[in-house]
């Protein structure tokens, strides 16, 4: 499936407004029928990073926000590589997280929260071949 193309913004509260718009009014159904909620609070853990790599999000990511889109495609594209999320505090993985890979590097989390129900986590792009390799030794998900 292709991605969707990238988009640029004037600056974060323009893309919070098309982020509202697009998923913070209704779940987003994945192409297997798991219905994902992105609340408001949501938006700063996905188009924000940490400037001096202290966890503190702290700066608008435009790398990030372009592909705003893709997080939808993602979810909805039936080839996508599914594998369980690793849990960094139980050190373990865990099938109620699922890493969804598409366009060979671009990674979307969520966690499900029932049987048909999953909140978004997080979406990037990886940048560390390492960590993709990691990533993609994991277990597939369901």
């Given at each position: 499936m292709a991605m969707p193309p990238l988009k640029t913004f004037a600056d974060a509260v323009e893309?919070?407004?098309?982020?509202?718009?697009?998923?913070?009014s209704g779940p987003i159904p994945t192409f297997d029928g798991i219905m994902v909620r992105f609340d408001r609070d949501d938006f700063l853990h996905l188009f924000?990073?940490?400037?001096?790599?202290d966890g503190n999000k702290d700066t608008f990511s435009a790398r990030r926000a372009e592909r705003?889109?893709?997080?939808?495609?993602?979810?909805?594209d039936p080839k996508a590589e599914l594998f369980q999320g690793y849990d960094n505090k139980t050190k373990i993985c865990r099938p109620d997280r699922r890493v969804c890979v598409v366009s060979g590097d671009y990674v979307v989390i969520i966690?499900?929260?029932d049987a048909k129900?999953?909140?978004i986590v997080t979406a990037f792009v990886i940048d560390d071949p390492e960590v993709l390799k990691s990533l993609?030794?994991?277990?597939?998900?369901k």
């Open positions: 893309c919070g407004k098309h982020y509202k718009q697009l998923y913070c924000f990073e940490s400037s001096n790599r705003i889109d893709w997080i939808k495609a993602a979810l909805q966690v499900l929260t129900k999953a909140k993609k030794a994991s277990p597939k998900w």
